[in-house]
Structure formats: structure tokens, C-alpha cells
């Protein structure tokens, strides 16, 4: 398969990598916007394009993509407030996206078991609840965009929280999340439910970006025939979770 990459950075690099070891071939690296200029041609080489670049700059990209006909995997968050024009964008011209806030599978399974705690908390108001994050300095966006979907799901369960805020929650229906960005830090987050007399954590330590970059590797090698809208939960209906070890 040939691989196009946007964002060439640490992620992309480790990507490169896998993609590598995997078979597959990169046709094309873009950097920054000046790396698109003329190189439309190698673009459309290209399979399908994996996207983790930075926030302002991910729509352009993701466009650059669907007018070379060539289906995304976008990494990249914090750019979720231009979803649903890049959704129908890509529905009204017929093109293919797979976005997701984290690649991990490990993540996708703390994602599940995140939304059956909230469910089962939901019953018991005298637990409290606030979410942590913690990632590397060179990341732009806070909160997370797992910890973002974190809330997300915790909010649609749980019937006293409406709202998330990066920070210390000063109503009752507020959820609280709190970003930390430390030097070399892959990603952490926490979710805690407290009342008087116990504590519930869950806990979710990333060791290394290869999780999130074999994941993104994967996903482009089931979207690259695809048309449409899909997220992690379309890729795992299909993929065995023994394929992320390979």
C-alpha cells in the first residue's frame, strides 16, 4: 500500500516506521504548508494519507486529501468544533475520513470500560467525579481529545453532569478536567470517582507512541477502499484486537 503522511514529526516518523515494517511505502511527506505546493501529483499517488500534523492546520490538509481523491486517517485533534462541515464535506463529494482522538487499542478498551463505570455510577450521586490528563510539552491542544471523549461519555451517562471545563469545577453539574503537560510524557489520563469513604480509579498509561501509531497504521490499511464517515468503533466491529500485535 502507499502511504502518504501529514505531519512529519515525532508521530509521523514512528509511523513511517511501522508502515515500513508492515510492507507498506510512503510516497509522500508533507511538513508544513509550503511541503504541498506542486506535489499534488505525489498526493494522488497515494493510497490513503495518515494526518497528524497541528490543529490549525488539519482541516487544510484533510481537504488537500479529499481533492486528490485519497481517503484520511486523521490523528490530529483539537479540531473537532469543524467536524460535522468536514463530515459533510466528504459526504456531499463522495470521499472517505477515519478520525479518531486516539489510536490506541488500549485506549478504545479504557473508552468502554469508561462508559460502563459512568453507567453504574450513575446510580450512586455521593461519588464525585473529575478527569486528569497529563501528555508532553510539544502538545498544542488541551484538553486531550481522549480525555475530551472521556467526559463525553462520562456526561452522556451520569445525570448531575452537563458540561466539561478545563478546570477546577466550580458547579455541581460541571465536570472537571485537569491538563498537565510535563517533558516526555506519551499520555496519562484518570478518571476518579471519590466520596467520603473510598476512591475508584481508572488509569490509562501510554509507555511509548507506537500504540497510537500501529493503530493509525492499521486503520489505513482497512479504510483505503472505503467511501464515507468511519471511527475506531467501525475499524474494531472488524479487526480482531490480536491484529494490533502484529
Not at 500500500?1 to 511501522?18: Q, R
Amino acid at each position: 500500500m502507499k502511504i502518504a503522511l501529514s505531519g512529519y514529526g515525532k508521530m509521523g516518523k514512528e509511523i513511517e516506521k511501522i508502515a515500513l515494517e508492515r510492507g507498506h511505502e510512503i510516497v509522500a511527506k508533507f511538513n508544513d504548508p509550503d511541503d504541498w505546493v506542486g506535489k499534488e501529483e505525489e498526493l494522488k499517488r497515494a493510497d490513503v494519507a495518515i494526518e497528524f500534523s497541528m490543529p490549525q492546520s488539519v482541516v487544510s490538509n484533510i481537504f488537500r486529501c479529499f481533492d486528490a481523491n485519497v481517503p484520511v486517517v486523521v490523528g490530529t485533534t483539537g479540531w473537532f468544533g469543524q467536524l460535522d462541515h468536514v463530515k459533510q464535506v466528504c459526504y456531499d463529494h463522495n470521499r472517505c475520513i477515519l478520525y479518531a482522538s486516539n489510536f490506541s487499542i488500549g485506549v478504545n478498551l479504557f473508552f468502554e470500560v469508561n462508559q460502563l463505570l459512568a453507567k453504574l455510577m450513575n446510580e450512586h450521586e455521593h461519588y464525585s467525579v473529575k478527569l486528569d490528563e497529563t501528555h508532553h510539552t510539544a502538545k498544542l491542544d488541551s484538553p486531550s481529545g481522549t480525555a475530551i471523549k472521556l467526559a463525553n461519555d462520562i456526561i452522556d451517562k451520569l445525570d448531575s453532569k452537563d458540561v466539561w471545563v478545563n478546570d477546577a469545577a466550580k458547579k455541581d453539574y460541571e465536570l472537571e478536567i485537569l491538563s498537565h503537560r510535563i517533558e516526555n510524557v506519551p499520555g496519562t489520563h484518570v478518571v476518579t470517582y471519590e466520596s467520603d469513604i473510598d476512591k475508584i480509579e481508572l488509569i490509562h498509561t501510554a509507555k511509548s507512541r507506537v500504540g497510537f501509531a500501529k493503530g493509525a497504521v492499521i486503520a489505513a490499511e482497512w479504510l483505503a477502499d472505503k467511501k464515507g464517515v468511519y471511527t475506531m468503533s467501525d475499524l474494531l466491529k472488524d479487526v480482531k484486537f490480536e491484529g494490533f500485535a502484529k
